[in-house]
């Protein structure tokens, strides 16, 4: 198309959304609600822990829907809010050892290999470990090997946690997964690649803080109007299996769901 100086207008960029469920894997029920999320919603892809209880069934889901993105979601621990501090409560490896950081991610990447037969599509922590700079280094590193994106890392991919049912400090904040809300993070959507995160899942005896809003995400993920307005908007809904990784570093990240590990700190969630 012409402008009013008779020169080409640039075509603006087009704006591609990938919707990323984390702790694909974590129980049997989350299972069922990520995959309704993709069956009957617009969930895109998904990070799979491959030492959850359920991560045998995720996978035998994945083996089925060849066109899920299939990502590795490095668990090295779990922190809870208590008292206004962040308290580890389960333990994967010491955190300050970085060997045994690097020899645990390496074991959790050959395990995914080994049970899927492929590597990971792209590469996410639970609770934003990785923004840990020792921890972000190694998995950048391996990242890179394998030519995928690592979550807040790509300049090529922008992170959103915005879709979270909690504030920084683990309040409810079940507006935040809403229709409506969903809607207007639609409407502000950048152009180019973004990856909004999510975490649907049905598991109503989940041993977790973050149980209702999983239950809340599916019902959101799953509604008709949500798909209508991405068609409105002209929104490509993508995933990170159609994407080669370009230049790596210095990505735009979002951090505001709540759990996000800054240096040294434990600030997380689920």
Not at 143 to 156: H, K, N
Not at 255 to 260: I, L, N, R, S, V
Request: hydrophobic share 35%; aromatic share 6%.
């Amino acid at each position: 198309m012409l402008n009013s100086t008779g020169t080409v207008r640039p075509q603006e960029k087009q704006k591609q959304l990938i919707i990323n469920a984390d702790d694909f894997g974590l129980s049997t029920e989350t299972n069922r609600g990520i995959i309704q999320c993709r069956q009957h919603g617009v969930l895109t892809s998904a990070s799979l822990m491959v030492h959850a209880p359920a991560a045998h069934h995720a996978i035998q889901y994945a083996l089925e829907d060849p066109t899920l993105s299939l990502g590795l979601h490095v668990d090295l621990g779990e922190w809870d809010l208590r008292d206004h501090q962040w308290v580890q409560t389960r333990f994967v490896v010491p955190l300050d050892t970085p060997s045994a950081v690097r020899d645990e991610i390496a074991y959790q990447l050959e395990t995914f290999r080994d049970l899927t037969q492929r590597n990971p599509t792209h590469l996410d922590s639970h609770q934003h470990t990785h923004q840990r700079p020792f921890i972000k280094t190694a998995m950048m590193e391996l990242a890179a090997q394998m030519g995928i994106v690592l979550r807040g890392t790509s300049a090529q991919v922008r992170f959103w946690g915005a879709f979270f049912g909690q504030d920084e400090h683990l309040c409810p904040r079940p507006e935040n997964v809403s229709i409506a809300n969903l809607i207007t993070l639609l409407n502000n959507l950048e152009p180019g690649i973004t990856e909004l995160s999510c975490h649907p899942g049905l598991d109503d005896q989940l041993d977790s803080n973050y149980r209702e809003p999983r239950i809340l995400e599916v019902q959101t993920l799953c509604d008709p109007l949500v798909r209508r307005v991405i068609g409105d908007l002209r929104i490509q809904l993508t995933s990170f299996l159609s994407i080669r990784q370009g230049h790596r570093g210095g990505g735009t990240t979002d951090y505001t769901d709540g759990h996000g590990l800054t240096n040294d700190d434990a600030s997380l969630s689920e």
